[in-house]
């Protein structure tokens, strides 16, 4: 079993930026491909970026050269840079794992998800 616990949401100004956190314990972390997902008010979750083992990276249209996902395998965590924000970007923001090294942007593919972290954008 994996444990993931996101960091570092909170209140950002339109075209500032935040880094969020993720780090897991638990079973092994290296081997496997993990994402960012994001879910606003009333809508359904969304994938946002996946990081395959070695760093190979996909990201949704929505945040493609704003975000950046990231890897440090030695401390168990993902990272994810998210740049020149927009208000539309306020959503909760969930790291997972999938049990595959291959990555994917759909959430049912991914079996251990955090509790998620705010990220609130102001216009």
């Known amino acids: 079993q994996v444990q993931l616990v996101e960091s570092g949401g909170g209140l950002a100004q339109a075209g500032g930026s935040l880094r969020l956190s993720c780090v897991a314990s638990?079973?092994?972390?290296?081997?496997?491909?993990m994402g960012w997902f994001r879910q606003a008010p009333g809508k359904e979750r969304e994938f946002v970026a996946t990081?395959?083992?070695?760093?190979?990276?996909y990201y949704a249209d929505s945040v493609k050269g704003r975000f950046t996902i990231s890897r440090d395998n030695a401390k168990n965590t993902v990272y994810l840079q998210m740049n020149r924000l927009k208000p539309e970007d306020t959503a909760i923001y969930y790291c997972?794992?999938?049990?595959?090294?291959?990555?994917?942007?759909?959430?049912?593919?991914?079996?251990?998800w955090g509790q998620g972290t705010q990220v609130t954008v102001s216009s």
């Open positions: 638990g079973r092994t972390f290296s081997g496997y491909s």
């Open positions: 997972a794992r999938r049990s595959s090294s291959w990555n994917s942007k759909l959430a049912a593919d991914y079996g251990s």
């Open positions: 990081i395959t083992w070695n760093s190979s990276t």
